[in-house]
């Protein structure tokens, strides 16, 4: 506790009087514009990163930025996903991976899993990057960063077999997109479907105003 304790004098003595307008506003209810699925990385900070405050974005994460295909597990992405785009109505929904994840290293085998077991039986949801980095690797020698980019676009298919997300998908309510955030030089790469790669945001900005939904996946 010792490490946190002071940060949680500071916030309510220093830095929540500042922001107590914007929670008492909130606490008469949310309506976060985006879903961020991400990795449990103590490196990733949604709201640093987005440039977001509180109330914007609702975020799920686990190790790895997985989303289990609809029915496959027990645990709560499947509510969290539901009560994001059925009960809040977010119109965004990011799966955003990032650089050094070590959950991407442990698929390709490069991190000891050994007394892990349910980090090893989480990992199987993730099956399907694996098949996918086993074909890549015919082609070419596969890098973590490979595997980090080709997991996103695998676990935005499973997102789509959740049926809130095929539903709100066809009623045209919802765009779907692709992140890998390397948090070593802060950028966030974004997956280009008609190009079939990811580029730095920045690059992005004017194509969006043109068509919001030329990134969607
Ligand atoms: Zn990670």
Redesign the pocket.
């Known amino acids: 506790m010792k490490n946190l304790l002071p940060g949680l004098r500071k916030f309510s003595e220093d830095v929540f009087p500042q922001l107590k307008p914007d929670f008492e506003s909130l606490s008469q209810g949310q309506k976060p514009h985006t879903l961020l699925i991400t990795?449990s990385?103590s490196r990733i900070d949604p709201n640093l990163v987005t440039q977001t405050q509180p109330g914007e974005i609702f975020v799920v994460r686990n190790?790895?930025n997985i989303i289990p295909p609809y029915g496959s597990s027990k645990g709560g992405e499947e509510a969290a996903i539901e009560f994001a785009v059925d009960g809040l109505r977010v119109t965004n929904l990011v799966i955003c991976g990032?650089s050094h994840?070590?959950?991407?290293a442990a698929l390709m085998g490069k991190v000891n899993l050994d007394g892990l077991p349910s980090v090893k039986s989480w990992l199987d949801h993730a099956q399907a990057t694996r098949r996918r980095i086993d074909m890549l690797n015919k082609q070419k020698e596969i890098h973590l960063g490979d595997v980090t980019e080709e997991n996103v676009l695998v676990q935005a298919d499973n997102l789509k077999t959740h049926p809130a997300v095929s539903t709100a998908l066809r009623e045209q309510r919802i765009r779907i997109y692709g992140w890998v955030y390397q948090f070593e030089i802060g950028t966030i790469s974004i997956f280009d479907p008609v190009n079939q790669k990811y580029i730095a945001s920045a690059e992005v900005k004017d194509e969006t105003s043109k068509d919001p939904s030329r990134f969607a996946l």
């Open positions: 990795c990385d190790a790895g990032h994840c070590g959950a991407m």
